[in-house]
């Protein structure tokens, strides 16, 4: 039987005024927002009313936080980004609401998930930390390679970096990596993701591991950063990553105290390893034009002008003199180069949450044993919504 406050949240005051803080927005703005008197919103604060559940997972979206936050008994300590960051934007750096909202409701989704697989009596993976940069990036590429499935075929069958994008995708999920590529935070696009802010990121973990691709950076440069991030899972390293290849001069350490660059550079050869295979590379150099070379082979192995040259050089097919004067020039037209095809609205649901996660969440939502408003909330979506892509998805 349902009970009068069945439909009350039950939130912190004290969370709320602290969300709010955060979010750096006025009253005026959440009024507009959320369509409700200041006072509401006061009264919230103060603990002399309490939202309906709905209204209290808009203002969690609203403020760009997780919405089991406002339940928490304390404020939560800042303790900065939640796993390293292996970019290089200064002490000054400060992340944004919307890249911390990313990330809380990235581990939300991982935490839960983890928790499903091991109800599901799953065991953990064995690839998941399986190297170090003790050992060589061809070796680190052979293991990800065959885990996934890699093939010059599977490559073959591609007809666009998106499309191939999409094969890495699948494979990768497959191996049971939840791989997640979206540009937007959960399913708002008024919650746009910047590449400039970062490009990727790896959550390691033995049971459910995470990579994540800003899908806002051009579509070679998401491929190039999906294998990055896989690498870092490879080498049991979480990390938040701007992978940039054509970096080529640090250089890999045997020591056990290495720095962040040396970790990023090991994890750049591995990429580049996986994309483009020193020996098929070797084999499919031919002609004198650099730069046309070039081009036929970012085409040929679906990654980016930038990676063909680097690897030119890696295997001196091409003198460090060439490689720093073609370089300006493919960056100017790296970015611009390559359209994507934008699926509609639910199809891109499944890519920004990933496959595993919203298949998990819908099964059990099918079979009763998760709430639609729960499953909604692991899933971005609002209930209707939810409700009309659980049917899309049983069809």
């Known amino acids: 039987m349902t009970t009068p406050d069945a439909n009350i949240a039950f939130v912190t005051p004290a969370l709320i005024t602290w969300a709010i803080k955060r979010s750096g927005l006025s009253y005026a703005q959440l009024k507009d927002k959320l369509r409700v008197n200041p006072d509401q919103i006061l009264a919230w604060e103060h603990g002399k009313a309490y939202p309906p559940f709905d ?27 939640p796993i390293k960051d292996f970019r290089t934007l ?32 799953e065991a953990p993976l064995k690839f998941v930390g399986k190297f170090s940069i003790r050992d060589t990036p061809r070796a680190v590429a052979a293991d990800i390679r065959a885990v996934l499935h890699l093939s010059p075929a599977l490559r073959k069958s591609a007809y666009s970096w ?30 746009r993701l910047s590449f400039r802010e970062f490009q990727g990121f790896a959550i390691s973990d033995a049971m459910a591991p995470v990579v994540f691709v800003n899908s806002d950076d051009f579509v070679a440069a998401q491929i190039f950063t999906l294998m990055h991030e896989i690498a870092h899972i490879w080498l049991g390293q979480s990390a938040i990553s701007n992978p940039d290849p054509s970096v080529i001069e640090a250089p890999i350490a045997k020591a056990p105290d290495v720095s962040k660059s040396r970790i990023e550079e090991f994890c750049n050869q591995v990429a580049v390893e996986v994309l483009v295979p020193r020996l098929e590379f070797t084999d499919e150099w031919k002609g004198k034009n650099c730069e046309t070379i070039v081009e036929n082979l970012a085409r040929y192995f679906w990654v980016s002008n930038i990676v063909v040259l680097r690897r030119a050089y890696e295997l001196q097919k091409i003198t460090k003199t060439q490689f720093l004067e073609l370089l300006p020039q493919l960056r100017q037209k790296a970015r611009p180069k390559q359209k994507v095809d934008v699926p509609g609205y639910y199809r891109k649901i499944a890519p920004r949450m990933s496959r595993r996660v919203t298949t998990a969440v819908l099964t059990d939502l099918n079979q009763g044993r998760i709430l639609y408003r729960d499953a909604a909330g692991l899933l971005s979506l609002g209930v209707p919504t939810l409700t009309k892509f659980a049917a899309m998805h049983r069809s």
Request: no cysteine; charged share 25%.
């Open 55 to 81: 209204k209290a997972q808009e203002l969690a979206k609203v403020l760009q936080v997780p919405f089991g936050y406002l339940f928490l008994s304390k404020i939560p300590a800042d303790t900065g980004l």
């Open 90 to 121: 200064g002490d000054s750096y400060k992340p944004s609401a919307s890249f911390l909202a990313l990330l809380s409701d990235v581990q939300m989704k991982q935490h839960w998930y983890r928790d499903y697989l091991k109800d599901e009596g």
């Open 162 to 191: 998106q499309d191939y994008l999409r094969s890495l995708t699948r494979n990768a999920d497959e191996a049971r990596l939840l791989v997640m590529r979206s540009g937007v935070v959960g399913n708002n696009p008024h919650k």
